[in-house]
């Protein structure tokens, strides 16, 4: 079967990718409004060492397992540990796919911290 594609502008590409990937600088403002929902798709492990705070830890193998956990109502960033990570924008196409508003944190906590800002930890 063969299907067609069709082609997506730059100016369309661009849209879209701004409008659903977040800046730490971006994050750090909607986190202070408590406009966001904040999620870490890191291991657990990963997750006590250090994290951003206000995150839930729900890692990535786990996000439909947890869908009542997450809010309808709210945009939901998702972030993992640095730009090649793939997690992320994984989850978030899963939560999408299930309705939710989602958002990823551009380069994870590695770059939240390059940034300056500060990472919390469960130890």
Known sequence: MITET???SAVDYFK???QFET????LSSALEKKSVFLVDVRDSESYKKEHITGSMNIPFAD???NLSKLPKDKTIVLY???ITCALAPKAALM???????VQELVG????????GFSVGSSK
């Open 95 to 101: 939560l999408a796919e299930k309705g939710f508003k």
């Open 80 to 82: 993992c540990w640095n």
């Open 16 to 18: 879209a990718k701004l």
């Open 63 to 65: 996000i439909v397992s």
């Open 6 to 8: 069709k082609e997506m």
């Open 108 to 115: 994870g906590i590695a770059e939240w911290k390059s940034k």
């Open 23 to 26: 800046t730490p600088h971006e």
